[in-house]
DNA sequence: CATGAATGAGAGTTCATTCAT
DNA sequence: TATGAATGAACTCTCATTCAT
């Protein structure tokens, strides 16, 4: 029966960089890059600077750690995906609803865009992995599964970009989450529903 | 014949306001707000720092009055749209190609949507500022242009937030340009054909 | 009858000297010639900077003319007393009152001690002038007047540097109205009683 | 045999803010609050400027704090006061003669005085401490010895302000050292005795 | 591993002074 | 004579980083 109450010591070292990395990501977030201080890192952790200095050697180092540390890919999400049965149409439903849900609870997945845009000139790595981590694989997926759809004729077929198309709204829903958070009450449900019923049926009779 | 070589102090001195705002967009834009020296706005212009302390008086008003001169809002293209004839799903493919031609051209729209996201939680004015002169006007028009649609026929009842979903591929659009920027080209025919396919058609059969 | 409700151009520039450097008293007098701006100096008068510079070539020359401004010497005050009549002793009386009279009604020269004490470092000139245009000649007349009240058998012989004994009260109450101002009432009468009783009868029965 | 040669860090570290304190008293005394400079007081003590805002937030709570630590009050000589004996009028001897000392004795008390006079409409609160700590108790002792000689019939009833005029001589002495300081000499001894001749004699014979 | 005193390279801001108008 | 735009040196304060303890 292991003791819980206490971490040893060794366990203590041992969460010191994701404690570091959680405290950063917050810092970061709320002040920008360059406006962080080291020491505000430190402080929400209880630590001087200096302890920051022995898990990382710059600030930049330390952010671009940050960043790694909240970019957990999709790859779940897109497991799960892989998992549905059904029709394509069925599946495109519900992996866009897995999106907006995703969106909705992973705060680091949202603030990460902010990143992205905020950061991404000063670290332009960020902007290429998100590419690839999170943007490209869904929408090769929807892409896919339109594909399918249209070969299965449950879809028409479609233009160029139409994966693109299909996925902006839950973009620019996570997008409106970031730039409004809490000041404007932005509804899942709502907006998931409108969504769905866009890509679905388009607007004409 | 006036003499153009150069400019009287009287001339000289009316430009300045603006073209210190056209530079400090410009480095704000580079380097965010917190990173962006006084100094290298005054070199972008060939004057001194000093100078820039003549017109306004600290950074933090400098980047404001920056972010209003470049806020020039979308009167003309709602006022273009108010001008549109024909059925009412003529007129909204002709506003979306036209908020479409607005994000390509207007590189300082496209840009204001970064300072919103990058410095909104610094400068809380201009979140609100841009949802009042651009989304929720644009926001508006569609739904206007939706509801005549419904009540005349040529469109189906809708839900809720429809119009969102109607713009949001220009949004995410808009959101990708500003990303990448010139590391990926977005091309705007292809993305504005999907986007209308999409509302006027949705994806089935 | 000449007009006196408008200056002429010639009259107005003959004025503008002075004008500034009563400016210059004012403003060098709240904040101390370093901190005092040679701006703050010419908007009390309405006129820009630049006006300032006409007049005078540096801040430094402003400061040391305004001090010669404000220093209209006692003579006036020790040539009332040459013309005073009487014992000596009724005269040192009139000679301390009208000291009193002079502390309480002339600004200038209250202030003026505060800019010896306070900028004599970095004007010396002012302290050395100073001592010879006020101290020195009221310590002087003071003594001449205790010799002679001396020789007549109206004073005791007293030991050396008794007429800045006498004369101290007097500087007392001019340190102490410079330092308090308007926070602390100073009762000329009160004091002055006090100090004519010390000069004439001691402390002793 | 303890190691003298080096302090150690903790010693170092124990020091320091003395140690810029009076670094600050002569500087700010050299050159009055707004000339001096942060880093002239840190080059005193063979440290950056940024050492000196470790200790202290900013220039202004660096002065006052200065200000603080030089005003060691008059507590030990009104001690030293109040264990007199004797007559009233030996009593009040002896205590003008311990104030003559400690003005020629403690440069700071002195000096304390030019920063009450410079910087006081900067620094409001320096007056009033001035005045409580060391003016008003030296009236007040200086008055209780005057009432009780009175009482016992060694000195002749007096009109009120009697002990500002009494301790007036030692005032303005103190600001004539300030002033003049090294540049004329004032004789503490003679300076003494006439101050004792007047208070105990007067003027006439 | 952790500390925090010390550094030093800036960055924002101020202001005396100049000079073309 | 008067203006005020422009300069540039100076000054306060900040903060990433180092290192002795």
Redesign the interface.
Known sequence: MPDMKKLSRAEQKARRPTQILDAAFEEFL??????TRVEDIANRIGVTKGTIYVYFETKEQLFEAMIRHISVPFEDLLASAHELKGTA?AR?ERLIELVYNRIVEDRQLRELM?F???????F?QI??RH?EAFIDPLDRHVQSL?DE?VKH????P?????A??????A???L?FK???DD??IL?KT??L???L?????????
Chains 1, 2, 3, 4 share one sequence.
């Not at 709320?30 to 406006?35: I, L, N, P």
């Not at 992205?116 to 000063?122: F, M, Q, T």
């Not at 004729?153 to 028409?156: A, T």
């Open positions: 709320e002040r920008g890059y360059v406006a149409a495109l902010k992205v845009i905020a950061e991404g000139s000063r332009p902007v290429d590419h339109i759809g004729g449950e879809f028409r479609m233009p160029a970009a139409f693109d198309a299909v996925v902006a709204p973009i620019a829903f997008v970031l730039i409004f000041r404007r509804d709502t907006y529903k409108a969504h019923d866009l890509v679905f049926n388009g607007l004409l009779v």
